[in-house]
């Protein structure tokens, strides 16, 4: 249904632009013809108030917290699916029929090894590396290896990329957890499902054999399905901007990686651990809570906030009772991380300061806890939720790519600079 199109008065003589409405959610006004018309751009850093695209795949209720992936509700996918079902959702819009899930997950399978002159690139890396400098590395690289698959105008090319990144994430983050710890690396086994084949990768060594905890596979697969798509957030947004030059995927996976790395973004999740270590006790939430008010003071509290989120992150609702279910079946009876989050989590929802802002738990808050207690050490977090966001960013990646009126992305700007000025000789300069 067309709406009435929005007026702009603009020095005096009014111009009108087209008004588009979505499925559910907010209409958009297009104004891409306004600087043609007016000589003036719009004004909206960190894009508070910008659609950039129009997209099928996912759609969030900040306020209501509703979070759906191809109209499906976290919570059931979460409840009812695996992660691969979910990754055929993303990819195709559509649930698999079980025939379908069969094949998908067998192709997938036989995708899951690198080439193997990848261990080469390890041996570049200081043990100590960072996993995600690894893998922004890494996964750059897997272009130089698969030049079969990097046209992105041809749909079969565009289709085995996206199968080989989803495949390759996990052994490429297992090897990247292996490395940091001087362990050899694991092969996957395709007699494994995915999740159970990851945990092996990173927690299986030679000397005997090793068998996934199936309660903890699945919370791991669930954390998966919890992360695997978010709408236009910062590293999708990059996908896409980096996809639109004809980027190959490979290259902009990586770029939607190095951008994920961030501690505002999903960087969050290493940070809200560190968090919790250097808090200690629930007795001393109150101490960081002051400093999370406190203008002067730039300490924030990671896992908390969210740009669109106003109500409670549907993810962290899952998350939280999936830290729950691991502690109880690793036998944890009292983690103290968990104590400071629950106070934590107590003090500031019932705070003004963190009401009047809605800032509510996001996914990284409870994330943390659970990673760290299936034996992942903190830095593997972000590389987790990399592997899981993958799927996310192929998915955005390609309904850009198979968009027609899809051209490459071209901000401009307010100019604040100097205004033209004549070149001083070096003699002349005071
Ligand atoms: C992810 O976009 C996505 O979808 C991301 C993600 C995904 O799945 O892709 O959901 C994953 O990145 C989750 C967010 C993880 N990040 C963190 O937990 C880091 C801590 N949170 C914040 O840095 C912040 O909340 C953001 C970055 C998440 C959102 O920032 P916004 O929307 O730009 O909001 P803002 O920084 O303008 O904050 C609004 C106000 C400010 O106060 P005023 O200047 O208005 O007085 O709220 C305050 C902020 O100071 N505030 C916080 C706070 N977050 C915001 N105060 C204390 N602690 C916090 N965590």
Known sequence: MSLPNSTLTVNDRQIEFPVKEGTIGPSVVDISKLYAQTGQFTYDPGFTSTAACESKITYIDGDKG???????????????????????????????????????DYRVTRHTMVHDQMNRFFQGFRRDAHPMAIMVACVGALSAFYHDSTDINDEKQRMIASMRMIAKMPTLAAMAYKYSIGQPFVYPKNDLDYTSNFLRMCFAV???EYEANPVLARALDRIFI?????????????VRLAGSSGANPFACIAAGIACLWGPAHGGANEAALKMLEEIGRPERVGEYVAKAKDKNDPFRLMGFGHRVY????????IMQKTTHEVLAELGIKDDPLLDVAM??????????????????????????????????????????????????WISQWAEMIEDPSQKIGRPRQLYTGAPQREYVAVSQRG
């Open 66 to 104: 509703v979070l759906l992936y191809r109209g499906y509700p976290i919570e059931q996918l979460a409840e009812h699916g695996d992660f691969l079902e979910t990754c055929y959702l993303l990819l195709f819009g559509e649930l698999p029929t079980a025939a379908q899930k069969a094949d998908f």
């Open 206 to 208: 030679p000397c005997e």
């Open 226 to 238: 919890l992360h695997a798509d978010h709408e236009q957030n910062a590293s999708t947004s990059t």
């Open 310 to 317: 106003k109500n409670y992150d549907p993810r962290a609702r």
């Open 343 to 392: 106070e934590l989590e107590q003090i500031a929802l019932k705070d003004e300061y963190f009401i009047e802002k809605k800032l509510y738990p996001n996914i990284d808050f409870y994330s943390g806890i659970t990673l760290k207690a299936m034996g992942f050490p903190t830095s593997m977090f972000t590389v987790l939720f990399a592997l899981a966001r993958t799927v996310g």
